[in-house]
């Protein structure tokens, strides 16, 4: 079965600077997507990528899809309070209609 | 365009007991996926519907079943709850075309504990 692997489970950055996080997959991605979840609250959709070397941005924050090493990434600029949060990567292992996630990685933003 | 519905957002039940959870899709989307989502096992699939009929299964006991109606709201049962069941159970609503389809929206959840 397809596991995904995130890193850092958590990251703690000044308010400007900016941040990665990673989403590696053990399996061939055919669909990757990034949520972010406020704490107990439900998932909020940012992007899907499904193609390799696609790129997609949304305001400041940047994702990309590298196929041939199952892996994407995300990156915020210049970060925000209001980026902070969990954020999960998910893949859609080919033809079976859910989702898998990796265990999130937990934003913290400091003024 | 209304989010995904979840309700209740809030339940305490007791082992043993039995619990109904309700998710109203996105309307348009007729594909109704439940995910559980713990502390330890982070957000795992339980199972989807379409068109009223269970498409795809998680591994997760009998306890949990589900159904959909045929207008595509979604209901999930757990039978004699575990302290184990503990968690925020979460649907998402997806179309079943176009380019979008396989993006799943997410509900804000329906947080279960068990005593």
């Known amino acids: 079965s397809q596991e995904l692997e995130q890193s850092p489970q958590s990251l703690i950055v000044q308010e400007g600077k900016n941040l990665t996080i990673n989403c590696t997959s053990s399996k061939t991605l055919y669909g990757l997507y990034w949520y972010k979840q406020k704490y107990g609250e439900g998932l909020i959709f940012l992007m899907m990528l499904q193609k390799g070397g696609e790129e997609k941005s949304h305001e400041k924050i940047t994702a990309k899809l590298d196929e041939k090493k199952q892996q994407s990434s995300l990156h915020i600029t210049a970060s925000q309070p209001s980026h902070a949060g969990i954020y999960l990567c998910g893949a859609d292992p080919r033809g079976a209609q859910k989702l898998v996630f990796g265990q999130g990685t937990r934003l913290t933003i400091n003024p | 365009k209304a989010g995904v519905t979840q309700t209740p957002r809030y339940l305490i039940k007791t082992r043993g007991q039995q619990v109904t959870l309700s998710c109203s899709p996105i309307s348009g989307h007729r594909s109704v996926s439940w995910y559980q989502q713990t502390p330890g096992q982070g957000l795992q699939f339980l199972f989807e519907?379409?068109?009223?009929?269970?498409?795809n299964k998680g591994n997760f006991p009998g306890r949990f079943s589900g159904r959909q109606f045929s207008n595509s709201r979604s209901e999930m049962n757990v039978s004699t709850l575990e302290l184990g069941d503990s968690a925020l159970y979460l649907c998402a609503s997806r179309r079943t075309g176009g380019a979008a389809k396989n993006i799943q929206y997410f509900g804000a959840g329906t947080r279960l504990s068990v005593l």
């Open positions: 519907y379409f068109s009223e009929t269970q498409r």
